[in-house]
């Protein structure tokens, strides 16, 4: 059992945990800054986002959902705003059980209320199990990315 709801600025060092276990190159004060940031000010950058958590039974944070509003994302309608998905998490014990999918119904939702009609979401080309959960989910591949650099 668990419930779905916007994160509060209580939550950071647990939800900044969580992001280190999704983002294992990221930096722990770095994190908290940038949910500090999204909670209080309901914005990524110059555009609208949101955090949500799901909570277990026991008060524990088990899962989140970072989602925001893009102006455009591949494969969709430039025409429109579109709802991102920034980073889906749910912890490896409570997998398989629809906490990803109640995460995804609302941020979906809240994107919906924003005016979006689509919803768009990235992922390594290695993840196949997340690549799995979107597609049952309803999400289609739209394309397939690989980035290079060199120094100049
Ligand atoms: C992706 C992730 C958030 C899904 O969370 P979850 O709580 O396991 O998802 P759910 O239990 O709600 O499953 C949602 C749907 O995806 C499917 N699914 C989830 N993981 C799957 C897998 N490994 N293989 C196949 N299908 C999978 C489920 O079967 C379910 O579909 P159904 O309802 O039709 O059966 C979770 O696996 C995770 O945190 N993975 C590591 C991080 C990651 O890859 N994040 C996404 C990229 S940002």
């Known amino acids: 059992m668990h419930t779905i709801r916007i994160a509060e600025a209580n939550d ?7 992001h280190l276990l999704l983002w ?3 930096s722990f004060e770095e994190e908290k800054l940038a949910i500090d940031a999204l909670i209080s000010t309901g914005m990524s950058g110059t555009l609208p986002a949101a955090v949500f958590v799901a909570e277990a039974e026991d008060g524990r ?9 893009r102006s455009h994302a591949d494969g969709c309608d430039p025409a429109q705003p579109v709802g991102f998905v920034e980073g889906w998490f749910v912890l490896e014990a409570s ?13 979906e939702n809240w994107a919906r209320q924003r005016g979006a009609i689509e919803m768009a979401s990235d992922s390594w080309i290695t993840q196949e199990d997340s690549h799995r959960a979107h597609e049952a989910l309803g999400f289609e591949v739209v394309d397939r990315c690989v980035h290079f650099r060199k120094s100049l």
């Open 61 to 69: 944070i088990i899962g989140f959902l970072e989602v925001g509003l």
């Open 12 to 18: 950071r060092d647990l939800l900044a945990a969580l």
């Open 95 to 107: 997998r398989n059980q629809g906490v990803g999918r109640a995460l995804m119904r609302a941020a």
């Open 24 to 26: 294992p190159e990221c």
